[in-house]
């Protein structure tokens, strides 16, 4: 039976939301760059259980905050509770002496998928410096996927397919500059459009509002998004939000994706609405009908 067969309505995947708890005597937070301190406001789990309900979205994958560090423990915990709700793409340093085992570790732990790696700013040098090429040789071998969120040096990315054809790759956000607007934010578009010769690379389509050069329904991103869908296809391109980081509701990011692309409809929607996500993450969707 494929993924969409036995459901009553097609089924909404999040490539993307952060999770974060209160603070505590036992969980402090470290302190956020002040680019981040009003984004510091605790947005748990359960708050995205009530969001997605409201939404419509049925299941979404959990990546911890950059500015909170490497803690995985609070995205897992929620994806054991949960297991058809959440799922995790994990972060750990990559020059830190223990990575190696944790990520070995990670193929273990219940709703643990694989990694996001940032390669953003001086990060960036990692793709070409040797400091990732355990994790890429690690994540082939596992058979483990690795988002990467990186918007310079795709031909390094492209040289990283190369190497390992069984290692499945995601690019954040098409390659964006979240902190850019309009066509200043999708000027390296051509080169990832190159990417789409490699099958082992697939793009997320989120966060995608926050680099709109106008209002909703964003429509100055469609040429963008038909672009990107013209190459990779619709088993290859994943709808999600970045739900924290959104200039607009939740329910309006699904709906510029769902009602606003008349290219985009029937079954190919129901791909990059989620169930291509699932299918490239290895996370099994039910065949029980879906209720909202």
Same mark, same amino acid.
């Given at each position: 039976?494929?993924?969409? #067969?036995?459901? *009553?309505?097609?089924?909404?995947?999040?490539?993307?939301?952060?999770?974060?708890?209160? @603070? *505590?005597?036992? !969980?402090?937070?470290?302190?956020?760059?002040?680019?981040?301190?009003?984004?510091?406001?605790?947005?748990?789990?359960?708050?995205? /259980?009530?969001?997605?309900?409201?939404?419509?979205?049925?299941?979404?994958?959990?990546?911890?905050?950059?500015?909170?560090?490497?803690?995985?423990?609070?995205?897992?915990?929620?994806?054991?509770?949960?297991?058809? $709700?959440?799922?995790?793409?994990?972060?750990?340093?990559?020059?830190?002496? %223990?990575?190696?085992?944790?990520?070995?570790?990670?193929?273990?732990?219940?709703?643990? /998928?694989?990694? &996001?790696?940032?390669?953003?700013?001086?990060?960036?040098?990692?793709?070409? %410096?040797?400091?990732?090429?355990?994790?890429?040789?690690?994540?082939?071998?596992?058979?483990?996927?690795?988002?990467?969120?990186?918007? @310079?040096?795709?031909?390094?990315?492209?040289?990283?397919? #190369? &190497?390992?054809?069984?290692?499945?790759?995601?690019?954040? !956000? /098409?390659?964006?500059?979240?902190?850019?607007?309009?066509?200043?934010?999708?000027?390296?578009?051509? @080169?990832?459009?190159?990417?789409?010769?490699?099958?082992?690379?697939?793009?997320?389509?989120?966060?995608?509002?926050?680099?709109?050069?106008?209002?909703?329904?964003?429509?100055?991103?469609?040429?963008?998004?038909?672009?990107?869908?013209?190459?990779?296809?619709?088993?290859?391109?994943?709808?999600?939000?970045?739900? *924290?980081?959104?200039?607009?509701?939740?329910?309006?990011?699904?709906?510029?994706? *769902?009602?606003?692309?008349?290219?985009?409809?029937?079954?190919?929607? +129901? #791909?990059?609405?989620?169930?291509?996500?699932? +299918?490239?993450? $290895?996370?099994?969707?039910?065949?029980?009908?879906?209720? &909202?």
């Amino acid at each position: 039976m494929s993924q969409a #067969q036995g459901r *009553t309505k097609p089924m909404i995947a999040d490539s993307q939301v952060h999770v974060w708890p209160a @603070e *505590t005597a036992d !969980h402090p937070w470290p302190q956020p760059p002040p680019s981040v301190v009003q984004r510091a406001t605790p947005f748990s789990w359960q708050d995205l /259980l009530r969001e997605m309900d409201g939404a419509g979205v049925d299941r979404a994958i959990l990546v911890p905050p950059s500015w909170e560090g490497y803690r995985n423990a609070y995205c897992l915990a929620a994806a054991q509770l949960h297991p058809d $709700r959440f799922a995790v793409m994990g972060r750990l340093p990559l020059d830190a002496p %223990d990575s190696r085992d944790r990520f070995e570790e990670w193929a273990t732990l219940p709703g643990m /998928l694989g990694a &996001r790696l940032n390669f953003r700013r001086a990060a960036v040098r990692q793709l070409r %410096d040797g400091t990732a090429d355990w994790i890429f040789r690690a994540a082939e071998r596992l058979d483990r996927p690795l988002m990467l969120f990186v918007n @310079e040096d795709f031909a390094a990315v492209s040289l990283i397919a #190369q &190497r390992h054809p069984g290692l499945r790759l995601i690019i954040d !956000h /098409l390659g964006v500059n979240v902190e850019s607007r309009g066509e200043a934010a999708f000027a390296h578009l051509p @080169e990832l459009l190159s990417l789409a010769r490699h099958s082992n690379i697939a793009v997320k389509a989120s966060a995608l509002p926050c680099a709109a050069a106008d209002a909703y329904p964003f429509r100055s991103l469609d040429p963008y998004l038909r672009a990107s869908f013209d190459a990779f296809g619709p088993q290859r391109m994943f709808w999600g939000s970045d739900l *924290t980081r959104l200039p607009c509701d939740y329910r309006l990011c699904v709906q510029m994706m *769902t009602e606003h692309l008349p290219w985009l409809s029937g079954p190919d929607r +129901d #791909q990059v609405m989620g169930l291509a996500l699932c +299918d490239w993450l $290895r996370w099994p969707v039910s065949s029980a009908p879906v209720d &909202r």
